[in-house]
Nanobody, 118 residues
Framework: QVQLVESGGGLVQAGGSLRLSCAASGSISRINAMGWYRQAPGKQRELVAVITSLGSTNYDESVKGRFTISRENAKNTVYLQMNSLKPEDTAVYYC???WGLGVFLNFWGQGTQVTVSS
């Protein structure tokens, strides 16, 4: 089992920056990848960015060049640096961890609200 605790959301003006953090605990040795999804009101949850245990990253096209995902292994923490924020980035951001070997599970954080005002 893996527990994920997020922090760093808030209200920011368009063009501003925020950094989200996600700290993992529990059986972290079998985490294959961690990342962030977001869900805006009335929309489906969508993948924002992911980083694998080998350090490979992938981003949704809408955030490429603006968001950066990184990790700090010593703290078992993944970060999402969000720059040049737009009102359309407003959503609840969820940290997730893909875990397992052979059988895979996804674990989720509680979500953190990001609101970008125009």
């Amino acid at each position: 089992q893996v527990q994920l605790v997020e922090s760093g959301g808030g209200l920011v003006q368009a063009g501003g920056s925020l950094r989200l953090s996600c700290a993992a605990s529990g059986s972290i040795s079998r985490i294959n990848a961690m990342g962030w999804y977001r869900q805006a009101p009335g929309k489906q949850r969508e993948l924002v960015a992911v980083i694998t245990s080998l350090g490979s990253t992938n981003y949704d096209e809408s955030v490429k060049g603006r968001f950066t995902i990184s990790r700090e292994n010593a703290k078992n923490t993944v970060y999402l640096q969000m720059n040049s924020l737009k009102p359309e980035d407003t959503a609840v951001y969820y940290c997730y961890a893909n875990w397992g070997l052979g059988v895979f599970l996804n674990f989720w954080g509680q979500g953190t609200q990001v609101t970008v005002s125009s």
